[in-house]
């Protein structure tokens, strides 16, 4: 799976720039996608509109603009411009009736994985790309098959790192991203109502 990944971000080297991947995961079986927007978007209706050149036009955009993807009981939510991470209250809310799982990184750094269930953020890490700054908190159990992926990684393998990230939130869900998704034109994408820090 890292191998995937590490491709993918060699073909959309602006994946390693600035992105906020969201995967949820419903534990009530009538939740739409609609729902879920409207969680993210803070209890209120996103955008929706086409964009020709979305992972251009993005860039255009003082707020998160999203891709949304449909997999096997996931959903996935990728920011694609500047990697506005999703608030933690958001998380939390979303997480009451979902598993939600983030990694999220952006020019000045980041590089965030986190994982959010029955309301609350069970374990975080930042900085999971430079192994002498690493922060956790939570339960570090979760993020123990990721903390052994990273550090059997070469220290200065950033794109393995980001690309174990993905990997390790793909094993947890099910839930890929494929280049194939990124290619598009005239594709629909979720704006969301406020920037993101």
């Known amino acids: 799976m890292i191998d995937h ?7 959309y080297q602006w994946l390693e720039d600035a992105l906020c991947w969201t995967v949820v995961q419903p534990l009530d079986e009538e939740s739409t996608v609609d729902d879920l927007l409207r ?7 996103p955008e929706q509109r086409i964009m020709a050149y979305p992972t251009e036009e ?3 955009e003082n707020r998160p603009v999203l891709f949304v993807f449909e997999g096997e009981g996931a959903w996935g939510f990728l920011e694609l411009a500047y990697g506005f991470a999703t608030p933690d209250h ?3 809310e979303l997480s009451k009736q979902s598993r ?10 980041g590089y965030t994985i986190l994982y959010a269930a029955d309301g609350e953020i069970r374990a975080w890490m930042r900085d999971f790309i430079f192994t002498e700054h690493r922060i ?5 159990s979760i993020l123990a098959d990721f903390r052994a992926v990273l550090d059997s990684l070469d220290p200065e393998d950033y794109c393995g790192k980001r690309s174990a990230a993905f990997a390790f939130i793909e094993a947890a869900t099910g839930m890929s991203l494929r280049g194939e998704w990124l290619d598009v034109e005239n594709a629909p994408v979720v704006i969301l109502d406020n920037p993101r820090v």
């Open 5 to 11: 990944y590490r491709s993918l971000f060699n073909r």
């Open 39 to 45: 969680r993210l978007n803070g209890g209120r209706d």
């Open 58 to 60: 993005a860039y255009e």
């Open 90 to 92: 958001i998380l939390t």
């Open 100 to 109: 939600v799982w983030m990694t999220t990184w952006h020019f000045n750094g």
């Open 136 to 140: 956790e908190q939570g339960d570090s």
